[in-house]
């Protein structure tokens, strides 16, 4: 693994503790790699100055500021952000699933808090509003999307304090919030969407028909992707703990694993007949893919 | 028992077992539990891992199996049963138990149990012993020898059955006959890698060692010899024979009383015509005389005579002579027996009985053939047809009477110069018929000596008994020697007075020279030693030759005489009798019948073993199995019997036992081998050669299993791999 990729590995990334550290970091690593500066469509109100940053636009230092200070400011306008976007956290049970080592790995829903947290920053750096929405059957957590600095935090504090739990049923919430978010704008989907495919696909096209432009962030570990088992091995479901399972894996592997791909691909298909970027994100993957994927959107929308 | 473990020891090693066992139910008990999201796609269905599961049971399976067959096969395991013959394209061992049936095998001394039974006993305790696949045939030793099974069998049961259902000895001696149809048997039924002959015998000399059975065995040893080495080339198993003496050591002298061969003075005789009937009482092995009980003489069966047996009577003559006239009433065959019922210790029964069999008819079958064209008081056949009431025929004519079937028993050709080649095939035809001829010689035959010669003799190998020499004379006449009338025929002359004889001249008579080869015999001599009657069996049928005309020619005084008829009549009767009349059976000869009424097709006979009813198949009818002593009864059922007798042959009664110089001189000229019970038995069941190591059976098996193990573990790790 290359330096800049362990930068990104979600394993290390962990050990930085607090998301909103996780998520700068992640940013402006990514970004310094990209060395070209998202930040784009400044409106002529004035708003504020800020220090400059690397990768800013030349032409948007303010050239009397610098005269006055001997510092470079670039100066903002109030923005009339053209993008409202949307990030759907799962916080189902299945989404607390840490992989084979249940210790040194992270799980499906910690990767989804990097990611949404690494987007959130990324958007909101960019002046686009961020809402953030976590549940599992029921809606936990709704933000409404906004643009302000404090909306960074208060979505990171949000994420931080969700635990996963309760049972996955997403059709329903997604048909939900297709109702609610009345804006156009962007939904990124970070689940496992261990949930009946129709329905998804159901609540997917609902959301698609309020012309929501979607990104599915289809976070797996990779042991459900591989089933690498070998030994006799008693599942307990991590939404209805009560469900336990003794299995032979070697047995059941070939069964699994035809049951898994067909659902993958499924949605895969589903989701692209629909126009939704379906990505698939194993949680051994570095979280800069994930972005590098929604900035392809991002600057899709743009041009 | 068929296996055996030779390191039982080793048989510990199995409780390795339990560690594939323990590892399997460890790893069964051992599992992970891991919290997951997935489970929607666990596949509901059991039956993919019960297939699992049985797969792992059967891997455990092949495992365990593989560990329990190396230690069975460290455990040196031997099968001692035939069953793995079946591995092989031939059963093991095939054995042929041969039992002595002569009668002083049923010899009973003192409290002892007789060799037959101790045979038996034997003989089972063996066929118990040996190996299941082991297949045994069983062959009594008597005249003739009787085969128990047709085929081996390797069912014991059924072999002790049938040697349970043996009829006990009461034959005459045969083993070199039981040895040969034993040997036979093996090589023309037995593939085997072994084959054995286990003769079962008590230890007599007589049957064994003497001097005509050594004989005998020399022949067989010679034969036996050439079959083993074409056998060796062939790779076929030599039959090897093993002799065990039963019955304990047989004492030198055994108290037996016996009964002497019935001699009748014909066995031919008309209606009411009287013979005498002569046996004896014979007394063996007493050191001082007891009276033997009482001797019975028995007309078909049923008590006729009671002989009243002396008190004292003198032991170095070692026999009661017992004499009696009878007369017969009815036609037919009859038995006379002479039954003696003893009192005294009596170690043999079976020689307490003898029988005769003495025919009875209305007239004497006899065609009287003269040389003469024209009969008259100077033919040939002139005193002849006196002394027998019996009609002449000339030589011309006589062809026809004698192809009559039935018509004529006993032909007598009185001085007749010459034979046409027909009338020479029709004597021929009716002497391998049975019949039998009486030769006058004559004047007649000094021309025609040389048709005698090269036509009836040739060289031994024709009817006629002597070659014709020369007419010899004496002047005052040669007299016959009734000293040597040693025949039955003659008995009358012998015993009787001898002045009838002594006047009796002949003055000339015949030279005959008799052929080596020949089987011709001299019954009746001249005081000079020439021959004056020979006899000579010939096909079926019997030819006698007087060397002196039976006329006055030549100047014989016997014609006239009143010796002429009764020793014509006895010679005719004897003639009659002895060519036709096959009733006594002589070693082992089977029982042939003749009907006239060929439609007879069913036969019972009552033997001295049991009761048949026999079908008929073909004529003549003819019986084998008449290896028992004593009356054979054959009855059609139109109520017509014949009966058939077997003498005990009264050397058998001397139970004189072998000396080791015997033994040797019986193993100079066979392979065999004298055991006891004990040694037998243990060579058979402890001969490594025929058990079967199983250890390459199983490390085969393992192999086997191994190649399933190897498969099975790699179908599972691809299952697992896909």
Redesign the interface.
């Known amino acids: 693994m290359s330096a800049a990729a362990s930068a990104f590995d979600p394993t290390t990334l962990a050990k930085y503790g607090r998301l909103s550290l996780i998520a700068r970091n992640v940013v402006e690593g990514f970004l310094s790699g990209v060395h070209k500066s998202p930040y784009k469509g400044f409106s002529v109100e004035f708003a504020e100055h800020r220090q400059y940053y690397p990768g800013d636009e030349i032409r948007h230092i303010d050239w009397r500021v610098y005269g006055k200070t001997d510092r470079y400011y670039i100066k903002e306008h109030e923005e009339e952000t053209n993008l409202h976007a949307h990030l759907l956290v799962d916080a189902s049970g299945s989404m607390a699933y840490r992989g084979a080592n249940p210790r040194g790995g992270i799980s499906k829903f910690q990767y989804a808090q990097y990611l949404a947290a690494s987007l959130a920053y990324l958007m909101l750096h960019q002046r686009d509003s961020v809402g953030l929405a976590v549940h599992d059957h029921q809606m936990r957590a709704l933000l409404p999307p906004r643009s302000t600095s404090k909306q960074l935090m208060q979505i990171l504090h949000t994420l931080e304090k969700t635990v996963p739990g309760g049972e996955t049923n997403l059709a329903p919430i997604w048909d939900r919030l297709a109702g609610q978010i009345r804006a156009r704008g962007m939904l990124l989907i970070f689940s496992d969407c261990f949930d009946q495919v129709s329905h998804l696909i159901h609540a997917l096209r609902h959301l698609r028909h309020r012309r929501h432009e979607i990104l599915l962030f289809h976070i797996l570990a990779p042991e459900e992707i591989e089933f690498p088992f070998t030994q006799r091995t008693q599942f307990r479901h991590l939404e209805f703990l009560s469900q336990l399972r003794l299995v032979d894996p070697v047995a059941v592997r070939a069964a699994y694993l035809k049951n898994f791909d067909e659902f993958r691909q499924t949605l895969r298909v589903q989701a692209s007949n629909l126009q939704i970027d379906y990505h698939l994100v194993r949680t051994d993957t570095p979280i800069d893919r994930a972005l590098g994927a929604y900035l392809m959107k991002r600057q899709a929308r743009r041009f | 028992m068929n296996f055996r473990i030779d390191n039982p020891v080793i048989l510990f090693g199995l409780l390795a077992l339990a560690v594939p066992l323990v590892l399997h139910f460890l ?2 008990r ?14 509901e ?1 059991i039956s ?2 019960r ?3 049985l797969d792992e049971i059967l891997l455990l399976l092949m495992r365990l199996g593989m560990i329990a067959l190396i230690v069975l096969a460290l455990a040196t395991p031997i099968s001692t049963s035939g069953l793995l013959g079946g591995l092989q394209d031939r059963s093991t061992r095939d054995v042929v138990l041969v039992l002595d049936g002569s009668f002083s095998m049923d010899a009973r001394i003192g409290a002892r149990a007789s060799p037959w039974s101790e045979a038996v006993r034997a003989a089972k305790n063996i066929v118990g012993q040996a190996a299941p696949g082991d297949r045994f045939a069983i062959v009594i030793a008597r005249q003739p020898p009787l085969r128990g099974h047709q085929e081996f069998s390797s069912d014991r049961d059924e072999v002790q059955a049938k040697l349970d259902q043996l009829p006990t000895a009461r034959g005459n001696p045969d083993l070199p006959a039981a040895l040969a149809e034993a040997w036979t048997f093996l090589q023309s039924r037995s593939r085997a890698a072994r084959k054995e002959i286990i003769v079962f015998t008590d230890k007599q000399l007589f049957g064994f060692a003497d001097p005509p059975t050594l004989a005998t065995l020399e022949m067989l040893g010679q034969q036996w010899r050439a079959d083993a080495a074409t056998a060796r080339q062939a790779g076929d198993a030599v039959p090897s024979v093993r002799l065990i003496g039963v019955g304990g050591a047989l004492p030198k002298r055994v108290p037996n009383f016996s009964m002497a061969p019935v001699v009748a003075s014909r066995n031919v005789v008309k209606v009411g015509q009287e013979i005498t009937l002569r046996s004896a009482v014979r007394v063996d092995g007493f050191d001082k005389y007891a009276r033997p009980g009482k001797v019975t003489l028995a007309l078909d069966g049923k008590a006729v005579h009671e002989f009243v047996l002396p008190d004292k009577a003198d032991l170095k003559t070692g026999q009661i002579p017992l004499n009696h006239a009878l007369r017969f009433a009815r036609e037919g065959r009859h038995v006379v027996s002479f039954i003696l019922q003893s009192e005294a210790p009596d170690v043999l029964a079976a020689d307490n009985e003898q029988h005769a069999v003495v025919e009875v008819v209305k007239d004497l079958r006899v065609l009287l053939v003269d040389g003469d064209r024209k009969l008259g008081p100077d033919s040939s056949t002139f005193f002849l047809q006196r002394a027998l009431s019996a009609p002449a025929v000339g030589v011309e004519k006589f062809q026809k009477n004698l192809t009559a079937p039935g018509a004529t028993s006993v032909l007598v050709l009185a001085d007749v110069p010459r034979l046409e080649p027909a009338q020479n095939e029709a004597i021929e035809r009716f002497l391998a018929e049975g019949g039998a001829v009486l030769i006058a010689l004559g004047e007649r035959m000094r021309q025609t000596r040389a048709f005698y010669n090269h036509q009836l003799h040739r060289d031994g190998k024709g009817w006629l008994p002597a070659q014709l020499l020369e007419v010899d004379t004496a002047a005052d006449g040669t007299l016959p020697d009734v000293r040597s009338f040693q025949h039955p025929a003659l008995e009358l002359f012998r015993t009787g007075p001898e002045a009838g004889m002594k006047s009796v001249r002949f003055e000339k008579w015949w030279q005959v020279q008799i052929a080596r080869q020949s089987h011709s015999v001299p019954i009746a001599r001249f005081a000079n030693g020439d021959p004056f009657l020979i006899e000579m069996p010939y096909k079926k049928g019997r030819v006698m030759l007087c060397t002196v005309p039976l006329d006055r020619r030549w100047g014989s005084t016997f014609p006239g005489g009143a010796e002429f008829p009764v020793l014509v009549n006895e010679l005719i009767h004897y003639l009659a009798g002895a060519g036709e009349t096959r009733a006594m059976l002589r070693r082992g000869e089977p029982i042939r019948l003749q009907l006239a009424d060929a439609a007879t097709r069913q036969l019972k006979i009552k033997t001295p073993e049991d009761n048949l009813t026999l079908e008929v198949k073909a004529w003549p009818w003819t019986h084998a199995n008449t290896g028992a002593v004593g009356v054979y009864w054959v009855r059609a059922s139109d109520g017509a019997a014949w009966p058939f007798v077997v003498a005990p042959d009264l050397r058998e009664s001397d139970l004189t036992p072998c000396t080791e110089f015997d033994l040797r001189k019986v193993r100079d000229r066979l392979p065999i081998a004298w055991l006891d019970e004990e040694s037998a038995l243990a060579s058979i069941i402890g001969d490594d050669e025929r058990s079967e190591e199983l250890w390459w059976l199983l490390l085969t098996a393992v192999l086997g299993l191994l190649c399933m193990e190897v498969w099975m573990t790699r179908r ?1 790790a691809l ?2 791999g ?1």
């Open positions: 790893k069964r051992r599992f992970e539990v891991i919290d997951w999201g997935a489970m929607q796609f666990l596949p269905s993919i891992q297939r699992r599961w599972m299952a697992r896909g």
